[in-house]
C-alpha cells in the first residue's frame, strides 16, 4: 500500500512539471508572460553552458541518477530566464522495456544575475523560491 501511495505521489509531481512547461512565471510577481528571448541578446548573458554548472552547484543533487538540464529560454518581465528540468528516469520494465520519468523539480535561472529560483510545486499558488 505504502509504494502505491508513493507511486501516487510521483504522477501528482509529474504531472504538475508537465503543466509547467507551456507557462512561464515570474519569479517575484507570479505574473504570466509567454514571450521568447531572441537569439541577439546582450552577450553578457550567461551561456547554456554556465547555467547550467551554475544550477548544479545549487540544486546539489543527492545522487547521480537525478538529471539537471536546461528544458528552454524564457522571458519573464523583460528579464532572460533559462527553464532548468531536475527528474529521475527509472529503469526499464523487464516485459515491455518502457522507464518512466519523474519530475523532482522546475527551475528557473536568470541568464543576466545567475540568481536561482525553484518552483514550489506543493504550493496552491504560482510560486517560486529564490535558492540561495
Known sequence: ??????????????????SLQ???VNPSSNAYSEQT?????NENL??????LEIAKEKIKPPN???IIEIDGETEVDG????????????AADEQTGLSQTFTM??????RKTGQLYKFDMLSKQEKWDLIE
Open 1 to 18: 500500500m505504502k509504494n502505491i501511495a508513493v507511486c501516487f505521489i510521483m504522477m501528482l509531481v509529474l504531472l504538475a512539471g508537465c
Open 64 to 66: 547521480e541518477e537525478l
Open 46 to 51: 550567461l551561456t547554456h553552458e554556465e547555467a
Open 79 to 90: 528579464q532572460p530566464y533559462f527553464s532548468v528540468h531536475e527528474y529521475y528516469v527509472s
Open 22 to 24: 507551456k507557462e512561464t
Open 37 to 41: 528571448i531572441s537569439n541577439s541578446e
Open 105 to 110: 523539480g522546475w527551475y528557473r535561472i536568470n
